[in-house]
Structure formats: C-alpha cells, structure tokens
Nanobody, 123 residues
Framework: QVQLVESGGGLVQAGDSLRLSCAVS????????TGWFRQAPGKEREFVAA????????YYQDSVKGRFTISRDNAKNTRYLQMNSLKPEDTAVYYC????????????????WGQGTQVTVSA
C-alpha cells in the first residue's frame, strides 16, 4: 500500500506563489511516476503535471507551462508542485498521485491518490 499526504494549499492573491508538497510512504514508491491533478468546483478533475520516477522527464498541461514546476526529492520521499504567477482560474483542490506506469499517470488514472489540498486564488 502507498500513502500520499498533500500540504501547502491556501488562500492567495493573483500573482502570488505557493508550493504544494506530497509526502509519500509505503511500498517501493521511489520508482513510481508522480502526477499532480486538480478539480475545480463543478468541473472534472484535470491533469496538471507529471514527473518520471528518475526526475528526468516532466510533462505539463499547457495552461500551467512556464508557471508551475513539478519536482521530487527522493531522499525526503516528497514530491512538489511550485506554482508561480497564480491566477483565479487555478483555484481548485489539488491532488498528488503515483503509479508505476508513466503513461497511466499522464492519462489521469494513477492507482494511488492523496486526499487533496485546497488552493484558492483571489482576483
């Protein structure tokens, strides 16, 4: 079993920054790909960013390219999502998820999910 706990969400103003963290524990998660997803009120959950287990490759949704950065620190068993230049349309619950398969993460169907952290961006 793999457990994920997100933190770092909050209420900020447009243009501000936040760093989300995802603490991972459990079995052999270090080789898992990681994704960040978000779900705004009344909308479907959407992919935000992903990173391979080695950290060598990343992939972003077009709307966050150049503003968000996904990273991982295997020594701390933690993944991060640095969010800069936040916009009101970034408001959502953000979820961290992991899976052994990169393609499964990018497709939006990873096996293990965290409980989510709320990010609210005011205009």
């Amino acid at each position: 079993q793999v457990q994920l706990v997100e933190s770092g969400g909050g209420l900020v103003q447009a243009g501000d920054s936040l760093r989300l963290s995802c603490a991972v524990s459990g079995r052999t998660f270090s080789t898992y790909a990681t994704g960040w997803f978000r779900q705004a009120p009344g909308k479907e959950r959407e992919f935000v960013a992903a990173i391979r287990w080695s950290g060598g490759s990343t992939y972003y949704q077009d709307s966050v390219k150049g503003r968000f950065t996904i990273s991982r620190d295997n020594a701390k068993n933690t993944r991060y999502l640095q969010m800069n230049s936040l916009k009101p349309e970034d408001t959502a619950v953000y979820y961290c998820a992991v899976d052994p398969s990169w393609s499964t993460v990018v497709a939006g169907t990873p096996k293990y999910w965290g409980q989510g952290t709320q990010v609210t961006v005011s205009a």
